[in-house]
Each structure stands twice: as C-alpha cells, then as structure tokens.
C-alpha cells in the first residue's frame, strides 16, 4: 500500500505565501506523475499543476507565475510554492501520484487534502 500525507495549509491573507508538501510512503518502486489539485465548495476539482518525473512542468493558467511546483525524488516528496495568494484560491488542494509499486502495479494515490484559505 502507498499512503501521501499533506501538510502546509493554512489561513493567509492575499498576497501571502504558503507553501504545501505531500510525502508518499510505502511499498514505493517509482513515482511518475506528481500533482496538485484543488477543489473550492460547489466547484468540480481542477489541476493546479503537474510535474512529470523528468521535471518538466505545467500549469493551470490562472497561477502561471504565482505557484511553483517542484518535487525531491530522494523524499518521495512534492512542493508547491504558492506566492501572491488570491482569495479565488481558497480551496481543499490535493496532491495526487502516479506510482509504480514494489509489485510493478502503476496506480494513482490521493493525498487527504489540506485546507487553503485566502482572506481579502
């Protein structure tokens, strides 16, 4: 089994900083796809950003040059770095993983979501 733990959520206000984390552990063999997902109350949950295993890198349009992702393969470990808060980012963010387990199954994991809110 794989478990991802999130961390990082919070209250700020706009125009603050947070930075969130998502750590899998388990019967890991490799990670492929990490990402970051958010869902706000009454909307469907959209991609916020993705980061394949080569590093490479995109983004939903609406955080382009505010949010960061980044991964730290050595920790199982996934970032984003969100700058310049809005209080349209309020949402539950999930992160979600692509792995390759010990038995060489691929599947998706999800993350129990963490809370971001962004007053005005």
């Known amino acids: 089994q794989v478990q991802l733990v999130e961390s990082g959520g919070g209250l700020v206000q706009a125009g603050g900083s947070l930075r969130l984390s998502c750590a899998a552990s388990?019967?890991?063999?490799?990670?492929?796809?990490m990402g970051w997902y958010r869902q706000a109350p009454g909307k469907r949950r959209e991609l916020v950003a993705r980061?394949?295993?080569?590093?490479?890198?995109n983004y939903v349009d609406s955080v382009k040059g505010r949010f960061t992702i980044s991964r730290d393969n050595a920790k199982n470990t996934v970032y984003l770095l969100m700058n310049s808060l809005k209080p349209e980012d309020t949402a539950a963010y999930y992160c979600?993983?692509?792995?390759?387990?010990?038995?060489?199954?691929?599947?998706?994991?999800w993350g129990q979501g963490t809370q971001v809110t962004v007053s005005s």
């Open positions: 388990g019967s890991i063999l490799s990670i492929n796809d």
């Open positions: 980061i394949t295993s080569g590093s490479s890198t």
């Open positions: 979600k993983f692509r792995v390759v387990t010990a038995t060489l199954r691929e599947s998706d994991y």
